[in-house]
């Protein structure tokens, strides 16, 4: 069988993320933030396109993800669908938008989907925010879980190192992988969790599961576009395979252009009216 079978979609659904899963075809996600970023994910073929809340840290220069709002959240949504014809858009409940109880969790989403036109949610945690998705659910708005490092939950974690390194750990995702199946997700990401216990999960239930440093065994990768293109320099966590040195490239545009406008080459005769 080949890969790429539904390359030729016109737009993602969860019901072809299952389908690629269930005949062995990787799901390839990345977030995007805005709409010229989002319009050539979806050009070059990306499946998913996560409107993760990383873009407290990459947009906007927070050191965790909890400061972004929910306002925040639904302007950054709706201008990447305001780009996107395949690939099917998820956008992060923000922290402190669901935690607190069910209804609150139906309104956020319900907002998101109203103002941003996404197709589905996301949102982190296992059996505490169980009734959360059920309600989210039940308004028809699908629901991707998040297991593992949870970044929301970086102050109770107290580090981004990787999670379910004793059984205890490894026990607690493995249930609650199984029951944010039960209650309907559609998928869902485990971030940085041991390679074998992520291949556990993902043969334990029938839904895709997506990894960030979760290994190899699972059925799609998620990466921020901006760490995988080489924008962001900092962070080099082990599971980044970087694919451009953007960061070096734009520095040294950016230089040349400071240059020729010092030197006033720019604009030149032919760059006039
Ligand atoms: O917000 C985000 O970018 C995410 C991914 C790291 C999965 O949740």
Not at 37 to 55: H, P
Not at 89 to 117: C, H, W
Not at 259 to 268: E, G, I, L, T, Y
């Amino acid at each position: 069988m080949s890969s790429y079978l539904y390359r030729d979609v016109n737009k993602v659904t969860t019901n072809i993320l299952q389908r690629m899963h269930d005949e062995d075809e990787k799901i390839a996600m990345l977030t995007a933030y805005d709409y010229s970023t989002a319009k050539l994910l979806d050009m070059a073929g990306i499946d998913v396109i996560l409107v993760g809340d990383s873009a407290a840290n990459v947009m906007a220069g927070y050191k965790t993800t909890l400061p972004i709002t929910l306002n925040e959240m639904i302007y950054h949504a709706s201008s990447v669908v305001r780009a996107v014809e395949r690939a099917l858009v998820v956008v992060d409940l923000p922290f402190g938008t669901y935690q607190g109880n069910s209804k609150e969790a139906l309104n956020s989403a319900v907002r998101i989907m109203k103002e941003s036109g996404a197709d589905a949610v996301k949102l982190e945690g296992g059996v505490e925010v169980s009734e959360s998705i059920d309600r989210i659910l039940s308004a028809g708005i699908p629901v991707m879980g998040h297991l593992g490092l949870m970044p929301q939950s970086i102050n109770k974690f107290g580090t981004y190192a990787v999670r379910a390194k004793d059984d205890k750990e490894a026990d607690k995702i493995l249930k609650d992988v199984q029951i944010l199946e039960k209650h309907g997700c559609f998928a869902v990401v485990l971030e940085k969790i041991p390679a074998l216990l992520a291949k556990t999960i993902t043969e334990s239930v029938a839904i895709p599961t997506i990894g960030i440093g979760a290994g190899p065994h699972v059925s799609g990768q998620v990466l921020v576009f901006h760490d995988m293109v080489g924008v962001t320099q900092q962070f080099s966590p082990r599971f980044l395979r970087r694919y451009h040195n953007l960061s070096e490239e734009i520095i040294s545009a950016v230089s040349n252009y400071i240059d020729d406008v010092k030197r006033a080459d720019f604009p030149n005769d032919k760059e006039s009216y």
